[in-house]
């Protein structure tokens, strides 16, 4: 079993444990902190796949920012766990049984497809995959190739920005 | 990756880790002494020589204390938060380079840093950004409202001041073309410290620094006239230790953060024309890296004794209106003057 591999298997196991505990504690603050634990364990996998860029802006923006806003709210809220609902088998629930086997379906699929090798192969097969996910690589495909999606994007955030300031302003003068 | 390179990251961390936990408890010395000297008084010095046995009876006194996790906390959380702030203040210091050559070690060339990653500045950002969960949990999970107040100000502090902080960073990422924290300090050689290539974004990061590691005059989560204590103050005993500890070590962390962007690192001016052995060379650049975070030190400490604390409207107006805009500012400038050149 080679390095990569244990580093692989301890992040995918806490990645998807801590999914699973987000979604059933009670608690919110709980909830979050395992939210928080699982975007560590996701940004960890990106590093073990040289994207190293997008994992530490995983944990720079959702990690870092996202979700100290989150748990910002649900202090000042000051949320209580929540009450097990008791509801009966309804046709509704066949109908959410079947959309989750089909996106079971979907995952064994996806897994099961075979991308031209593993990591090691593509290594080998093209030294140039590596540098990808570096800061260099992304920076200059950004402001060559996809320069106008990049500039409509900020064009986008920037006018969410004075939207939400408008939206937060108590009185227009 | 084999048995060797493990062994030698262990080595290097058990010695920065043992370094920093030294460097810690004299800074307590040093911070109690130099405020004395500020106020006019003597400062701690009974135990040992002058008093610099001092922080290790404080330590022991703490040690010794009763923990009390008051009934109403969440237990979990509230032991789970100290250890964010410090596992936070300590990983940071995993990218800063301490000399700029390379030593043999089991048959191998061993750079003088822990991990030289290619996203070191990123690093650094990052972490900073996840050392507010400390203070907020510690905040939240005490239940009580002077703790979450501190804790609350201390999110919307560090968030307010993290923008300006990363703004003025990519003042120094633009002048060195490069993440990497050791060509960030190889670019700094002679005298090209960024300090002088970049004064404002100098001057905006460490702002930054002090708001970010909850220093005065930015000391709001903590206030004690009008929080208690502030998140730390259902916290006793080796909890309490902790984030004492974590409160130094950051400092520490800042101070090494600043060296290594801002005032050359580990670089000494014209050391290169002397010709001497490596090893005296190592030995020197690691002197001289210490001695400037000393500096930075002293700073932290002159500046918390003689600065008052800010009120809370007037942090947020300078955080805002202020630091954004000189660090962006800072970023359109040095973009013109990089064209210009």
Known sequence: ?173 | MDFTDILISLIKIVVMFGVVLLTVAELVYTERRISAFIQNRLGPNRVGWKGLLQPYADVLKLLLKEDIVPTAANRFIHTLAPVISIAVAFSTLAVVPIAGETIRLFGREVQMVIADVNIGVLYILALTSMGVYGLTLSGWSSNNKYSLLGGLRSSAQMISYELAMGLSVIGVIMVTGSLRLTDVVAHQSGWMWNMILQPVGFVTFVVAAFAETNRAPFDLPEAEPELVGGYHTEYSSFKFALFFLAEYANMITASAVIVTLYLGGWQVPYLELLNLPVGVTIALQILAFMLKVAFMLFVFQWVRWSVPRFRYDQLMNLGWKVMLPIALANVIVTGIVMLLL
Not at chain 1, 9 to 19: C, H, K, M, R
Not at chain 1, 62 to 84: K, S, W
Not at chain 1, 141 to 150: A, I
């Open chain 1, 1 to 173: 079993m080679s390095s990569e591999l244990i580093v692989f298997l301890i992040l995918a196991a806490v990645g998807v444990l801590s999914g699973i505990l987000m979604i059933t504690r009670p608690n919110p603050v709980n909830s979050a902190l395992f939210l928080i634990l699982n975007f560590m364990a996701l940004a960890g996998l990106y590093i073990t796949l040289h994207a190293q860029f997008v994992a530490i802006i995983q944990i720079l923006v959702y990690a870092g920012a996202i979700m100290v806003l989150v748990l910002f709210v649900i202090m000042l809220l000051n949320l209580e766990d929540e009450e097990p609902l008791r509801e009966q088998m309804s046709k509704r629930h066949y109908g959410s049984l079947l959309v989750a086997l089909l996106a079971l379906v979907l995952i064994v699929q996806v897994i099961g497809w075979n991308s031209g090798g593993t990591l090691e192969t593509m290594r080998e097969q093209s030294p140039h995959a590596l540098r990808i996910g570096t800061v260099e690589h992304i920076g200059s495909v950004l402001f060559t190739e996809h320069v106008y999606p990049f500039e409509l994007t900020s064009i986008l955030l920037l006018a969410a920005i004075v939207g939400a300031i408008v939206m937060a302003k108590k009185r227009f003068p």
